[in-house]
């Protein structure tokens, strides 16, 4: 019992030295994240006897941040008022997957690369081109999202974008399909057409 209070007044310890925003006075402190605000309800006293009252926390659900301010890096933030629906997305997912699915099909037949394979199971699509890679692209229900893994640039979440009607990288706001006929056209030696 006495261990597991001295670990959790060491994490708050750490936590505390390290959190983002501390106020003047030492008796409290705040804690920042992009979506959470805790605060503690008391002052933890790191003599205190270890039958006191445990440490309770007050959570807010607003952000404090302002994630589209322009000196933050990373992402752009997600407007979640243009989430897809889960039947849309499956809808445009589904659809964006079997054109690339025929397209590399008939891509395929017409070039020679030693072991160029095309397999679609699972909501995954995988094309394996032998010695220059694998990619695979496939389905994130939850986030709504295609994720994409590249031989040559590596992982990608694209994001549906309505103004562009097409599966937008947030981090670069590249095109999936752009993207895709840039890397093969580079593998392959020669343009490629996807869209």
């Known amino acids: 019992m006495a261990s597991k209070l001295q670990l959790c007044v060491r994490r708050l310890s750490t936590l505390r030295k390290h959190c983002c925003f501390t106020s003047s006075s030492s008796s409290s402190f705040l804690v920042r994240s992009r979506s959470l605000l805790i605060q503690p309800s008391r002052t933890i006293n790191h003599h205190s006897s270890i039958h006191s009252p445990p440490l309770s926390r007050t959570f807010y659900s607003s952000p404090l941040l302002n994630i589209n301010s322009t000196d933050t890096e990373g992402p752009a933030a997600i407007d979640y008022h243009s989430l897809l629906q889960e039947d849309e997305f499956h809808s445009l997912a589904d659809s964006t997957i079997h054109d690339l699915q025929e397209k590399l099909e ?90």
């Open 106 to 195: 008939e891509y395929g037949d017409n070039v020679q690369i030693d072991g160029f394979d095309i397999d679609y199971g699972n909501e995954v699509l995988t094309l394996k081109l032998g010695d220059l890679g694998t990619y695979v692209l496939n389905k994130q229900s939850p986030n709504r999202q295609l994720w994409l893994s590249s031989p040559v640039s590596g992982p990608s979440r694209f994001d549906w974008d309505r103004n562009a009607q097409a599966w937008v990288y947030r981090r670069t706001k590249a095109n999936l399909l752009k993207v895709l006929e840039s890397e093969m056209g580079q593998l392959f030696g020669e343009p490629i057409k996807l869209a």
